[in-house]
């Protein structure tokens, strides 16, 4: 009896995004950093928030300072356009780049030492001039670079191998954002994708600052039990305070009637939706936010989700009454004025 082998069946079209891009397409360079390192996990999650999206990676782009964190940009959206800048002094590269050039998406990577040592004055000022810009800090606890030193996040009392025993109270990067009035707070841990990516894909559609405190444990330094930056302690003591979701402007809206769900919509028309877990929490009510962040600090609770959104505030370009077509696009002869044009200014004086 003859047999007859079945044709295999035809290899399937690998999946791609509104432009027609496969999501590999948005990948880097291959990572540096320690094997199972937090880091990691976020640049994954930042190349498929923006592969579904559908951004255009050439009009990204990517900013950085000094640490393990501010090596990641190397690692997703390789057709990006990239800065890596000095010690703390991302937020200040992030805003020439973009007054210059408005019409980029930008995404801003620190660390708990970058952004909570040396850099906090400038993170405190992006976030009251309310740049926009996705503002991420993978927060570990330590130096991670230089060999696991405490930074300013590290808990009061930790004690590490090398470093000793931490004296100094940890600063909590949520309630600073806050108070220097940034209009979208959320905290996450690395270990959870699925809330980290419906967050970036938040922060990517907000006008104005997007500020993300990812919880990123450092395998090397950082990663015993007692640490709330390690991942044993955030899989075990995460309390999310939502269920978060997003909706894009180019998707029909359906949403199933909840008496505990709270919809946003942005600026652009996509949608987050909150289905709340605490079942009093209004993302949009600063007080609120306050005294959340304000109790799970002095009760060491490690709250993750959407703290604060405000979408009615202007942002830096809108406050400095930039024209619409990007600065680097006009011809000198708009940028320069003119002899006499000076000439009328000095003559005001």
Not at 93 to 106: F, W
Request: charge should be negative; hydrophobic fraction near 35%; aromatic fraction near 8%.
């Amino acid at each position: 009896m003859e047999t007859v082998k079945k044709a295999a069946p035809a290899p399937r079209a690998p999946k791609t995004n509104l432009i027609g891009l496969e999501k590999t397409d948005y990948r880097g360079r291959p990572s540096t950093l320690c094997k199972g390192c937090g880091h990691d996990s976020i640049s994954q999650r930042i190349i498929n928030a923006v592969w579904e999206l559908g951004l255009d990676q050439t009009q990204v782009i990517k900013l950085s300072g000094i640490g393990c964190s501010s090596k990641t940009p190397a690692y997703f959206l390789g057709y990006s356009h990239g800065f890596n800048s000095v010690h703390g002094r991302m937020p200040s590269v992030a805003t020439g780049a973009i007054v210059a050039n408005r019409s980029l998406t930008a995404i801003g990577i620190s660390g708990d030492g970058d952004t909570a040592s040396i850099g906090l004055g400038q993170f405190k000022h992006a976030m009251r001039r309310n740049l926009p810009l996705v503002y991420i800090v993978e927060n570990n606890g330590v130096y991670g670079l230089t060999k696991g030193q405490f930074s300013a996040t590290a808990d009061q009392g930790q004690q590490l191998k090398y470093a000793g025993v931490n004296d100094m109270p940890p600063l909590d990067l949520c309630l600073e954002a806050l108070a220097a009035n940034a209009t979208f707070i959320g905290r996450s841990f690395a270990g959870d994708a699925k809330q980290v990516e419906a967050l970036l894909k938040a922060a990517l559609s907000h006008r104005g600052i997007a500020f993300l405190d990812i919880i990123s444990p450092c395998v090397t330094f950082n990663n015993h039990d007692t640490s709330t930056k390690s991942y044993g302690w955030g899989k075990e003591h995460q309390v999310s305070l939502q269920e978060l979701n997003f909706v894009p402007k180019y998707d029909e809206i359906e949403i199933d009637e909840y008496d505990d769900e709270t919809e946003v919509q942005m600026h652009d028309g996509s949608w987050i939706v909150l289905k709340k877990l605490d079942e009093d929490y209004d993302p949009t009510d600063r007080d609120a936010a306050y005294r959340t962040l304000e109790h799970a600090r002095r009760e060491q609770k490690f709250l993750t989700g959407l703290f604060y959104i405000n979408e009615d505030q202007p942002d830096t370009n809108e406050l400095l009454h930039t024209v619409d077509e990007p600065l680097v696009n006009l011809p000198e002869s708009k940028l320069k004025p003119s002899r006499e044009s000076l000439k009328k200014i000095m003559a005001g004086f």
